[in-house]
T-cell receptor
Framework: DVKVTQSSRYLVKRTGEKVFLECVQDMDHENMFWYRQDPGLGLRLIYFSYDVKMKEKGDIPEGYSVSREKKERFSLILESASTNQTSMYLC??????????????FGPGTRLTVT | AQSVAQPEDQVNVAEGNPLTVKCTYSVSGNPYLFWYVQYPNRGLQFLLKYITGDNLVKGSYGFEAEFNKSQTSFHLKKPSALVSDSALYFCAVNHGGYQKVTFGTGTKLQVIP
């Protein structure tokens, strides 16, 4: 079974802090994704990566950056946390086979509160 | 551009009755369509997908979905709802060669005992 793990289930940070969210997958997937989930807005893509050291902006990249130094690990960084970044953050991975028909596997999520 | 709409924020159904959760999409080219489920305090789980072929797709936990190209819809169905089906359901779409998936806003399914 594919396993996607996230470093924290709950996190409380102060405004202006630098925040790191870590995600690890164990199935050698090429693609990895970071989403935020907010009530009424569904899932919105922040960034994704299709290979080591490669990244692509999603729909809402402002205020975030990412790092992928190893294939299994994808980090989301909030350079200076703000209260409007309080949200549930979901990491996902998928196999890339030249087409995009493969489903994504999600981690349990990190609920981040910025005060 | 691609988009997906889930017109109902919430669907209530009695246990044992059939259920339908609606999804419509917009995409250039042939769509790849997905349904995911999120149980309380859990991440999303894949339910089923349509890539090509038979318009009726069967998935996990007795769910199925029907792809209708003329109506650009991909509704999720189950013949007999269980209380344990109560969860948040997301429809998603992308098209071949494009790695970004667009998710709908989600539909909360409440199955009433």
């Amino acid at each position: 079974d594919v396993k996607v793990t996230q470093s924290s289930r709950y996190l409380v940070k102060r405004t202006g802090e630098k925040v790191f969210l870590e995600c690890v997958q164990d199935m050698d997937h090429e693609n990895m994704f970071w989403y935020r989930q907010d009530p009424g807005l569904g899932l919105r893509l922040i960034y994704f990566s299709y290979d080591v050291k490669m990244k692509e902006k999603g729909d809402i990249p402002e205020g975030y950056s990412v790092s992928r130094e190893k294939k299994e690990r994808f980090s989301l960084i909030l350079e200076s946390a703000s209260t409007n970044q309080t949200s549930m953050y979901l990491c996902a991975s998928s196999l890339w086979a030249g087409q995009s028909e493969n489903e994504q596997y999600f981690g349990p999520g990190t609920r981040l509160t910025v005060t | 551009a691609q988009s997906v709409a889930q017109p109902e924020d919430q669907v209530n159904v009695a246990e044992g009755n059939p259920l339908t959760v609606k999804c419509t999409y917009s995409v250039s080219g042939n769509p790849y369509l997905f349904w995911y489920v999120q149980y309380p305090n859990r991440g999303l789980q894949f339910l089923l997908k349509y890539i090509t072929g038979d318009n009726l797709v069967k998935g996990s936990y007795g769910f199925e979905a029907e792809f209708n190209k003329s109506q650009t819809s991909f509704h999720l169905k189950k013949p007999s709802a269980l209380v344990s089906d109560s969860a948040l359901y997301f429809c998603a779409v992308n098209h071949g060669g494009y790695q970004k998936v667009t998710f709908g806003t989600g539909t909360k399914l409440q199955v009433i005992p």
